[in-house]
């Protein structure tokens, strides 16, 4: 049986679950996207609050990764981290950074684009408290982006720190909380023959968000 060869170039997918009207996205986009991640959770779309963060370094060299949306208020887009993170690091250097959410099973995606600021103490506290105590755990032992000689040096770790008593098991100054406020947004819907509609957003000096439509 011969294997067939895999040609990139034929992959192909045409969107037809929805469309996407100016008038429905109303004036203030966060709002809009709430509607939408609403129905991304109805539309039971895997882990619908995953997240592309992109950052730029000393370097100006870019990275992204996948983060998980954590809380939405104010018009801030709130996720958390190890402050002494690469990414973090990233975001002491420069405030600037790119988000991005895909959801297939509704065949949409945002984008947005602003500056990050670090959450309040007692706000990452509180998140901090309210996971498992495994997640707590692993935040604690886990030296986030430095290099380690193996796996058994963070299961050591573990296994230390699963003899203590949960109230031993606290928000390490080191792990925390951030947000992202957003001055540019844009939604875009799949359609049929790559005629995607995108609409987008952008905030103007007075704060009012400006709207308009994209080409494909």
Do not use: C
């Not at 060299?61 to 983060?67: C, F, G």
């Not at 895909?102 to 500056?115: C, T």
């Not at 699963?162 to 406020?181: A, Q």
């Not at 790559?194 to 968000?209: C, Q, T, V």
């Amino acid at each position: 049986m011969t294997e067939e060869k895999l040609r990139l170039d034929q992959i192909r997918q045409d969107y037809q679950k929805g469309a996407l009207q100016e008038e429905e996205t109303g004036n203030d986009p966060v709002v809009f996207f709430e509607k939408w991640f609403q129905e991304a959770l109805l539309a039971e779309a895997e882990e619908a609050n995953a997240m592309v963060l992109s950052t730029i370094d000393s370097g100006h060299r870019l990275h992204s990764r996948v983060v998980l949306l954590k809380g939405l208020e104010d018009g801030s887009f709130h996720f958390f981290t190890n402050y002494e993170s690469a990414k973090a690091r990233q975001m002491d250097f420069h405030s600037q950074v790119a988000a991005l959410f895909f959801w297939k099973e509704l065949e949409r995606q945002v984008r947005l684009e602003g500056r990050v600021e670090k959450l309040p103490v007692e706000v990452s506290t509180a998140y901090f408290n309210s996971r498992p105590i495994g997640s707590r755990i692993s935040a604690i032992a886990s030296p986030q982006s430095q290099v380690i000689t193996g796996r058994e040096v963070l299961e050591e770790k573990i296994r230390v720190l699963e003899t203590k008593s949960e109230s031993e098991i606290v928000r390490p100054e080191s792990w925390g909380g951030y947000k992202i406020i957003p001055d540019y947004m844009e939604f875009w819907q799949g359609r049929r023959s790559r005629l995607h509609d995108r609409i987008a957003f952008k905030k103007k000096g007075s704060g009012i968000w400006e709207k308009y439509r994209l080409a494909p």
